[in-house]
Nanobody
Framework: QVQLVESGGGSVQAGGSLRLSCAAS????????MAWFRQAPGKAREGVAA????????GYSDSVKGRFTISRDNAKNTLSLHMNRLKPEDTAMYFC???????????????????WGQGTQVTVSS
């Protein structure tokens, strides 16, 4: 049974930091590129950070580049997102996802991911 379980969300003031984690099980984690997505109420799901199967290649949306860092530990089947200098517009439900295609280094498109977690809420107050 495939499982992706996010943790680490919470409430923080603008300028603060949070670290999200995602624990994967039920599939060969090291064979999948991974990504973090977020979705705010009334908005489309947005890819914010992605990482290749070996962790060497990463990609970020313009809205988080320079503030967020994605990493993975294939020995522990975990994915992390370090979020610094948080802004109120970062408020959203954050999801980790596993990629579906072996032909890509990574992707920020929701349609290119086939396993999803339930999400963890991040709230940034001004």
């Amino acid at each position: 049974q495939v499982q992706l379980v996010e943790s680490g969300g919470g409430s923080v003031q603008a300028g603060g930091s949070l670290r999200l984690s995602c624990a994967a099980s039920g599939f060969t984690y090291s064979h999948h590129y991974m990504a973090w997505f977020r979705q705010a109420p009334g908005k489309a799901r947005e890819g914010v950070a992605a990482i290749s199967v070996n962790g060497v290649r990463t990609g970020y949306s313009d809205s988080v580049k320079g503030r967020f860092t994605i990493s993975r530990d294939n020995a522990k089947n975990t994915l992390s997102l370090h979020m610094n200098r948080l802004k109120p517009e970062d408020t959203a439900m954050y999801f980790c996802a596993a990629g579906r295609s072996s032909g890509l280094w990574w992707s920020l498109k929701p349609t290119m991911h086939n396993y999803w977690g339930q999400g963890t809420q991040v709230t940034v107050s001004s």
